[in-house]
């Protein structure tokens, strides 16, 4: 019998536009040959990825993160859920200074 030939990969550009993602192409397009490359990102991969994309706004760049990481996961890539970058100091909350307890003489 003769073995059925692999179905071949869409192509990175197709694939991305299928699920909403065209804006990132420039982007994974150095990251990635094709889609199965996609499934070796990790998270430092996406957050790279977005920060080298312009979005209009912070709630188009985070529809933009999950749906990026839903459509990874779906390839078996290790990526997490989407989740607030840490590196903002506007994130990030603090004890009041009047809270905390101070230093002993």
């Known amino acids: 019998a ?11 550009e197709t694939w991305l536009a ?4 065209r804006e990132l192409a ?19 991969d996406v957050v790279d990825a977005l920060a080298s994309t ?12 999950e749906r990026l990481r839903t459509a990874l996961r779906g390839l078996g890539a290790d990526v997490g859920a989407y989740h ?3 590196a903002k100091a506007e994130d990030s909350v603090e ?5 905390r307890t101070p230093p002993p003489p």
């Open 84 to 86: 607030s970058s840490p």
């Open 26 to 44: 420039d982007a994974l397009g150095e990251v990635a040959a094709d889609v199965d490359d996609l499934a070796e990102m990790t998270d430092e």
């Open 54 to 65: 312009p979005f209009a706004d912070a709630a188009a760049r985070r529809a933009m993160d």
């Open 2 to 12: 003769i073995a059925a030939a692999a179905t071949p990969s869409p192509s990175l």
């Open 18 to 21: 299928a699920r909403g993602l």
């Open 95 to 99: 004890e009041p200074a009047t809270a």
